[in-house]
């Protein structure tokens, strides 16, 4: 049975930082890239950064590149957010899915249960 368990999600100043944690099972890493997204109020949901599987290449969106970094240990993927804007808000998930390219949603096959973050002063 294949589970994505998100955690590290809390209240942070704008400025500050969380890690967040994605520990995978029921299926090897190797086996899909995996994705964070994210999902404001309001808002549709969107890619926000990719690790893949094939190579390592890295992908963010625009709005978090040079902020947020993309890592994996083992069956772990980890999303470090740094400088963390009030427009960062949201609900944070992690997925498996077959493509990195344009961060989409169409392409993920699971999903985690997601894990709130929430920037305010």
């Known amino acids: 049975q294949v589970q994505l368990v998100e955690s590290g999600g809390g209240l942070v100043q704008p400025g500050g930082s969380l890690r967040l944690s994605c520990a995978a099972s029921g299926f090897t890493l190797n086996s899909y890239h995996i994705g964070w997204f994210r999902q404001a109020p309001g808002k549709e949901r969107e890619g926000v950064s990719c690790?893949?599987?094939?190579?390592?290449t890295t992908f963010y969106r625009d709005s978090v590149k040079g902020r947020f970094t993309i890592s994996r240990d083992k069956n772990t993927v980890y999303l470090q957010m740094n400088r963390l804007k009030f427009e960062d808000t949201a609900v944070y998930y992690c997925a498996a899915t077959t493509s990195c390219y344009g961060l989409g949603p169409l392409e993920v096959h699971y999903w985690g249960q997601g894990t709130q973050v929430t920037v305010s002063s």
């Open positions: 690790l893949s599987s094939s190579d390592d």
